[in-house]
């Protein structure tokens, strides 16, 4: 298996809505990102996990809350969004922390975000 | 401190014919290179990359780019674009520590 699988690949969902993005990959990678990106725009950086552990945290709002439960899954939990945040929310990972040289990502499909 | 920069937002090109797309960047110390490649609907894939070696690197699918120390460049190229070549190209430079960071993206459209 050499893919990153994110789900829901598209998500509409309301200003007081509660909702999570989810990002599986069994290739053994030990570091997980999450990343946005806006149309026709570079991927921003969010967060960073290295071994189950957050490492970056890329002065996000609160109103993202990264979790990593175990080595092959990266959640995103989302509350009380707004509109600009409509966004493609990327997930990729990489074989250990340090290693992005060698490798580089491996990215998911991401999932289309619109708040409305 | 490391930064990419991508000159041309938007490169038509006709079927079959020579592309280039420019990558610029500048950090004072070694760097490894990359390209991605973004189709529509979809993540990033990694096109190619320059690590260290020879100054010329190739994809499978065609591309090619070279890095230039003195030019700080590493320019994408392919002999013959095909229709399914059209995407949004991402150079993407990282120095030290595990931050990649990313031009602001060509969006290259081949037509028939």
Known sequence: ????????????????????????????????YWYKQKAKKPPELMFVYS???????????SRFSPECPNSSLLNLHLHALQPEDSA??????????????????TFGSGTRLTVV | ??????????????????????????????VYLFWYVQYPNQGLQLLLKY????????????????FNKSQTSFHLRK????????AEYFCAVRATGN?????TGTSLTVIP
Do not use: W
Not at chain 1, 4 to 27: A, I
Not at chain 1, 51 to 61: A, H, Q, R, W
């Open chain 1, 51 to 61: 071994y189950e552990k957050l490492s970056i945290n890329e002065s996000v709002p």
């Open chain 2, 79 to 86: 002999p013959s674009v095909h229709i399914s070549d059209t």
């Open chain 2, 1 to 30: 401190a490391q930064s990419v920069t991508q000159l041309d937002s938007q490169v038509p090109v006709f079927e079959e014919a020579p592309v280039e797309l420019r990558c610029n960047y500048s950090s004072s110390v070694s």
């Open chain 1, 88 to 105: 493609l929310y990327l997930c990729a990972s990489s074989q250990t922390p340090g290693t992005e040289a060698n490798y580089g990502y």
């Open chain 1, 1 to 32: 298996d050499t893919e990153v699988t994110q789900t829901p690949k598209h998500l509409v969902m309301g200003m007081t809505n509660k909702k999570s993005l989810k990002c599986e990959q069994h290739m053994g990678h030990r570091a997980m």
């Open chain 2, 51 to 66: 690590l260290s070696g020879s100054t010329l690197v190739e994809s499978i699918n065609g591309f090619e780019a070279e």
């Open chain 2, 99 to 103: 931050q990649f960071y990313f031009g």
